[in-house]
């Protein structure tokens, strides 16, 4: 079973968090290679009424403690070869232009992490982001 996990950086403003975790999302369902994986459905309430595109899959959103437990499954996620997107501080300030530039021009360890977004087996996930706790 494939699932989608997210985890957000719980030192971050909820506002802020909210606005990457929607940037993240997005990213993510736009650049996954097999788009019939996502398995959108095409809800209908009994006015006719759409309600597109939601996701079949579970989608669970974790807590980090920091950006550096982001960092740690970010390189994981990247040695697994699993798709995945993240947001850092530098994608905040400014015009998109501005956030390129200021992302460019700072080194990935000196990178906030806010979040992290990944879509794969279930049970792979598990394997590494187990020890995160629900975010509420």
């Known amino acids: 079973m494939l699932k989608f996990v997210a985890i957000l950086n719980k030192k971050i403003e909820t506002g802020r968090l909210l606005n990457a975790l929607g940037h993240m999302s997005a990213g993510l369902g736009a650049s996954y290679p097999n788009k019939e994986d996502l398995r ?3 809800y209908k309430d009994k006015d006719g009424g759409a309600h597109p595109n939601i996701s079949y899959h579970p989608f669970i959103i974790l807590k980090a403690d920091n950006g550096n437990q982001i960092r740690t499954v970010r390189k994981e ?3 697994r070869g699993i798709q995945f997107t ?3 501080n530098t994608m905040t300030v400014g015009t998109s ?3 390129l530039e200021n992302t460019k021009n700072t080194k990935e360890e000196e990178l906030e992490y806010y979040g992290i977004v990944l879509f794969d087996e279930a049970e792979v996930l598990r394997e590494f982001t ?3 706790s ?3």
Do not use: N, V
Request: hydrophobic share 45%.
């Open 40 to 42: 959108l459905l095409q």
């Open 134 to 136: 629900l975010f509420q």
């Open 77 to 79: 996620a990247i040695s």
């Open 86 to 88: 993240d947001f850092t």
């Open 130 to 132: 187990s020890k995160f």
């Open 97 to 99: 232009e501005k956030q």
